[in-house]
């Protein structure tokens, strides 16, 4: 079974953990900081581990990536790109900017004829990143308790990386809508601005995307 490393300490980087771990995948969350991670790991069980930026990607054969939209590239930057060559990059990372929401609607650092996987596929082209996981919250990523399944919009350049992403988002209890290459991450990443606003607007944070054919 693939060894998972996430490179994250946030609320995404411990549900995505610890949903891998149920399924019994070996995980390594990774940090700058890892007392961060100390209850994670003192409750996950023998196959948690927490290392840093450069040990999880080494250790990961799957890489999740789930750090801070405006800290991405620069997070990126400190991992050893020879340690992420052909390995899948499952990126649920969103653009976010640092300021507050207006009137519920979340503000974007790019703009709608670029997005943060090109950016971050342009600055490691040896890896193959995948948009997943980056337009529901994180109670809803592992094993969502919809009447439906819902529906998660994923893309990327690699065909055999959106394989595995498919396979995993699957496995988490979703249905996989591939909308095509990097570029459809235009798209994606501001369902994450959609799916915030009755969240922001009405305290509703537990709903997801489904698409009708
Ligand atoms: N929260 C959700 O429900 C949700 C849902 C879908 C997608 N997302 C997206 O998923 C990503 C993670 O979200 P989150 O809420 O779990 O955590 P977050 O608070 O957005 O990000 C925390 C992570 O960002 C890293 N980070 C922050 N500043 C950094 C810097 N200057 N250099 C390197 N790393 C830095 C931290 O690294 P250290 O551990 O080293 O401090 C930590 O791992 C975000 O892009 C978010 O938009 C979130």
């Known amino acids: 079974m693939k060894t998972i490393g996430i490179i994250g300490s946030g609320i995404v980087a411990k549900t995505l953990g610890t949903g891998f771990l149920d399924k019994g995948h070996e995980v390594m969350l990774g ?17 948690a581990k927490v290392g840093s930026f450069d040990e999880t990607a080494s250790f990961g054969d799957i890489i999740v990536f789930a750090v801070k939209g405006t800290a991405a590239v620069t997070a990126l930057g400190q991992i050893d790109s020879q340690l992420l060559k052909d390995k899948t990059i499952m990126d649920a990372t969103n653009p976010i900017a640092d300021v507050p929401p207006i009137n519920g609607v979340l ?9 943060l996987m090109e950016q971050m596929q342009s ?78 607007r009405d305290n509703q944070w537990t709903h997801a995307f489904k698409l009708l054919k």
């Open 31 to 47: 940090t700058r900081d890892v007392t961060k991670l100390s209850e994670w790991l003192s409750t996950s069980g023998p196959k």
């Open 107 to 115: 503000s974007f650092f790019t703009d709608q004829n670029t997005s």
């Open 123 to 200: 600055a490691v082209p040896e890896a193959n990143f995948v948009k997943a996981f980056n337009s529901v919250g994180s109670a809803k990523m592992v094993d969502p308790d919809f009447e439906t399944k819902p529906t998660m919009f994923i893309c990327g350049n690699n065909s055999e990386a959106k394989k595995e992403v498919s396979d995993i988002v699957e496995l988490f209890g979703w249905e996989t809508e591939d909308m095509g290459s990097a570029e459809a991450a235009r798209a994606i990443e501001p369902l994450c601005i959609l799916w915030c606003i009755p969240g922001f």
